[in-house]
């Protein structure tokens, strides 16, 4: 794993890491309506990657493709090297991938533990125990809602409880829908703190799909820019947040 | 008095049968939102199977004591489990994601098969077995009347109890539970954490298949005769149960068992006998209508 700096720093992009995630030429939807065309995408170990859009650009099908559901149409996926294009979800997930998907999908009747622990399930060896407790350092808050049922938290505690179970089979490519879609300003910032600390602490690969452009692009290392299921524009975070189309198209434009 | 007390003991016991049965169609509800109408049928299979097991075992001379009865009721539900299995692998499992009403036709396409498959195997005629456990123990007396608690009575309530303690705990406490539940609340997002949903929803089947196999067993010493048609009304009456319970609920598919029982058995006892089944009918149709979520069924609110 390459060393990254500690410290609440952002890591340096480690430019020259191996990919963790390739997608070529991608192409999926569902039904009649495609969603993805000829996306192509990378992610290196250790990066953060964003994949920002409009509603409805077909960012959240991105992580259900790669998660296997729909299967592609056409093109290839390939996680560390290895080909993972067509496989069944669970076997997907079972080689490193986590998903804290769009609206979170909390189970709704289960304790907070129960939720966690269905986290582990693709665990490779055994014990949760660390991984739970990696989850109460992130978000101390799951700890006193532990025996709460995952339906009665609030929507921030289901946000954190989505990615603390992402976190719990020690995934390699840890993939985040909009976490902080309808969340206040501090439960955001509390949680971007939370990914920033996971990537530069334990080197936790990251594509985080947003569309809360400005955040962002000033977490990751790289971003990427959907728009009607191709690729547009693509750059160092940074750099994107910069440009004026970004500025005006999903920044809220105008004069600032 | 003495004779409602034969009729309550009467009642739990046929009510536990039932509620055995109606276990397996809130299960698969839960997991895969659809009515398993075949269920009933393959408690059929159970008791026949549960049938040639002991006939087999008679043949061999081998036929006496518990040993033999705990033997019979291994048998079935290992081969009614398969028979669940296959079930759900041919009849289901190709319909998944196509329009909800397909595999409730096919549901019911699987019970034509089974009863017919039964019938011209086995023949049409009805079965009967001598009683493997008469006797039983003296409760009360009153004058001339005899209320008597019978030990088949005492296997089949205290069977079905040990059963269903078992399968409380595997639900709630092992792995396959937590992942039966977790595909139950959310399907998709259970395959989003490794879960091989398919094979859960199998072992659901499987489970199911199993306690129907306890059921027909037990229907099979209790009353000691069975024909290929027995799983049409004891599978409807199971899924009265099911609904009156709350159809989701594994707590309510046992009491609604209990309760379709004891309200059959009362029925039959006071009233009218030719017409117990429309007692238990009505009940379905007027908790449709009145109570439609059941008794322990969930209201459908839940925070998003």
Request: proline fraction near 6%; aromatic fraction near 6%; hydrophobic fraction near 50%.
């Given at each position: ?152 938290l ?24 909009e ?27 990251v ?50 | ?26 299960m ?20 026949f ?9 008679q043949?061999?001379?081998?036929m ?10 291994l ?14 692998r ?19 396409g ?10 011209v ?17 003296e ?85 000691g005769?069975i ?8 599978g ?66 839940e925070?998003?």
């Open positions: 794993m390459s060393a990254a700096a500690p410290g609440p720093a952002p890591a340096p992009p480690p430019g020259t890491a191996p990919a963790m995630l390739e997608i070529e030429a991608l192409s999926a939807g569902y039904g009649a309506v495609q969603a993805l065309t000829d996306v192509s995408l990378q992610v290196r170990q250790g990066e953060i990657v964003t994949l920002i859009g409009a509603n409805g650009a077909g960012k959240s099908t991105l992580l259900m493709t790669i998660c296997g559901d729909p299967k592609p149409r056409s093109g290839r996926i390939r996680l560390a090297g290895e080909d993972i294009t067509g496989q069944p979800t669970h076997a997907i997930m079972r080689r490193g991938v986590a998903q804290s998907p769009e609206g979170r999908r909390i189970f709704p009747r289960m304790t907070v533990q129960e939720n966690l622990l269905m986290g582990a399930e693709s665990l490779v060896q055994g014990d949760p125990a660390p991984q739970m407790q990696q989850a109460f350092t992130l978000f101390p808050r799951l700890r006193e809602r532990l025996s709460q049922r995952g339906g009665t609030s929507g921030g505690e289901q946000q954190m409880l989505a990615i603390g179970r992402a976190l719990m089979s020690k995934p390699r490519l840890l993939l985040l829908d976490p902080s879609l309808g969340l206040a300003p501090l439960v955001v910032k509390q949680i971007f703190d939370a990914i920033r600390k996971l990537n530069a602490e334990t080197g936790l690969t594509l985080l799909v947003e569309q809360n452009a400005n955040l962002a692009l000033r977490l990751a290392h790289r971003g990427y820019v959907l728009v009607n299921g191709r690729i547009t524009m693509e750059g160092p975070g940074r750099a994107l947040l910069a440009r004026p189309e970004i500025r005006d198209a999903y920044l809220g434009g105008g004069h600032g | 008095m003495a004779y409602a007390m034969q009729q309550l003991i009467n009642g739990i016991s046929l009510g536990m049968i039932y509620g055995l049965i109606a276990v397996g169609y809130t698969v509800y839960g997991i895969i939102g659809m009515i398993n109408f075949a269920h009933g049928d393959v408690f059929m299979i159970g008791a199977i549960a049938l040639i097991t002991l006939l087999l075992l043949m061999g001379g081998l006496d004591g518990p040993a033999a009865i705990l033997l019979v009721l048998v079935s539900m290992v081969i009614t489990a398969l028979y669940g299995w296959s079930v759900e041919v009849a289901y499992r190709p319909l998944r994601g196509s329009f909800r009403l397909a595999p409730l036709i096919s549901a019911i699987i019970s034509i098969v089974l009863q017919n498959y039964v019938q195997s086995q023949g049409a005629r009805p079965k009967p077995i001598e009683n493997l456990l008469p006797g039983g123990i409760v009360m007396r009153d004058g001339p009347f005899v209320v008597q608690f019978s030990y088949i009575q005492m296997l089949i309530i205290a069977l079905t109890l040990g059963v269903l303690a078992a399968f409380t705990l595997l639900v709630t406490r092992t792995p396959l539970g937590r992942a039966m539940r977790a595909c139950e609340q959310d399907r998709k997002m259970a395959s989003l954490l490794g879960i091989d949903t398919d094979r859960t929803i199998s072992l659901t089947f499987v489970i199911g298949a199993a306690l129907a196999a306890v059921a027909g067993s037990m229907y099979l010493l209790r009353y005769v024909d290929f048609y027995i799983g049409f009304l004891a409807v009456k199971a899924f009265t149960a099911a609904v009156l319970g709350g159809i989701g609920s594994l707590p309510g598919a046992v009491l609604g068992g209990l309760l379709i029982g004891l309200i059959e058995t009362f029925w039959s006892a006071y009233f009218s006998v030719q017409y117990k089944d429309v007692a238990a009918f009505s009940i379905l149709v007027l908790t449709l209508i009145f109570l439609p979520t059941g008794l322990l069924g969930r209201q459908e609110v925070k998003v």
